[in-house]
Nanobody
Framework: QVQLVESGGGLVRAGGSLRLSCLVS????????MGWYRQAPGKQRETVAV???????NYADSVKGRFTISRDNAKNTVLLQMNSLKPEDTAVYYC???????????????WGQGTQVTVSS
């Protein structure tokens, strides 16, 4: 199996910063794309940022210039640095990874359990 464990969520005032971390563990041969998604109450899950194994990034327009995604391939982690947070960033944030499993040599997509980010005005 493969597990994704997120950390770093919490409550912050508007204009503040948070850093989310996601550790991938288990039967890993290689991790390809990784990303962060979020879901606010009553809304569909949306892409926040994605990063390829080679470090190419893509961001939602709503977070460009404020959020930065990065990864450490040696540590199987992906980070999301969130600056200048706004109340509309409030959501549950989910980590996602495309993992080639070491036991099956097949790629599967895995999700973390989610971490709550709340931005007060």
């Amino acid at each position: 199996q493969v597990q994704l464990v997120e950390s770093g969520g919490g409550l912050v005032r508007a204009g503040g910063s948070l850093r989310l971390s996601c550790l991938v563990s288990g039967r890993i041969f290689r991790i390809n794309d990784m990303g962060w998604y979020r879901q606010a109450p009553g809304k569909q899950r949306e892409t926040v940022a994605v990063i390829t194994r080679g470090g190419v990034t893509n961001y939602a327009d709503s977070v460009k210039g404020r959020f930065t995604i990065s990864r450490d391939n040696a540590k199987n982690t992906v980070l999301l640095q969130m600056n200048s947070l706004k109340p509309e960033d409030t959501a549950v944030y989910y980590c996602n990874a495309a993992v080639i499993r070491s036991d099956l040599y097949t790629q599967y997509t895995y999700w973390g359990q989610g971490t709550q980010v709340t931005v007060s005005s």
